[in-house]
């Protein structure tokens, strides 16, 4: 692979090397997720619970708009994220193990696009039965992204011990925000939630910037 360089009316060829390659996906990633994430801890908060009750009804009814957008930005979410993992699986070579990382993600992305898109539908009048898609997306997406994830990182060779540590850190946190939602518990979801975003957004411009 090769890059020109204009030097006044010359012009020479060099090589590119692999980290000057751009890493786009890991970015948008982080991007989009830090959205999402403010959007569910600001506007949203009042109406996600896993036991809902009539005074988040009545908040999602008055704020209907902004409860949309939220979930548009978490499907948003969801597909750079797919995209982040189609990229690493790139950056891997395409080894089975990372085929079946980004297949399981992938099954993630439709069982969250399922839930959040009932959530985006509900409006004033209907039962507020917000309670079993959030299971869904926290459940079964969630726990598929991080199990993905964790395969991934096990492919990955020469990783420091710092930023696997990190990795790991995330993913299992992934799976005990999975264990808290099966649990039913809003206090642990929303706490495991905060830690996860809080490491995830900056670990993938870290993570992205070392996979290029």
């Known amino acids: 692979m090769t890059g020109q360089v204009h030097f006044g009316c010359r012009s ?12 786009g996906p890991a970015w948008l990633c982080a991007i989009v997720n830090g959205a999402a994430a403010l959007a569910l801890a600001t506007v949203m908060a009042p109406g996600v619970s896993l036991a809902p009750t009539p005074a988040g009804a009545a908040y999602v009814a008055e ?22 993992f189609w990229w690493w699986g790139s950056r891997l070579g395409w080894p089975g193990m990372a ?26 009048g209907q039962p507020f039965d917000v309670g079993p898609p959030l299971r869904q997306s926290g459940i079964v997406a969630n ?21 696997g540590q ?9 799976l005990a925000l999975a264990l808290a939602a099966a649990a039913g518990s809003d206090a642990a979801s929303r706490l495991l939630t905060a830690a996860l975003f809080a490491l995830f957004v900056p670990w993938l411009v870290v993570f992205g910037r070392r996979l290029a």
Not at 63 to 84: D, E, K, Q, T
Not at 104 to 122: F, R
Not at 155 to 161: A, D, E, G, I, Q
């Open 63 to 84: 704020h209907l708009l902004p409860w949309r957008i939220g979930w548009s930005l978490w499907i948003a979410a969801a597909l750079a994220l797919l995209a982040f």
């Open 12 to 23: 020479v060829l060099r090589p590119v090397t692999l980290h000057e390659v751009k890493s």
């Open 99 to 124: 085929r079946l990382a980004v297949a399981l993600a992938a099954a993630g992305v439709a069982a969250d696009i399922s839930a959040e898109s009932m959530l985006i539908a509900w409006s004033g």
């Open 166 to 174: 990190w990795s790991w850190t995330i993913w299992l946190l992934g």
């Open 143 to 163: 726990g598929l992204y991080s199990v993905a994830g964790a395969i991934l990182t096990l492919r990955t060779p020469r990783l420091p011990r710092w930023l």
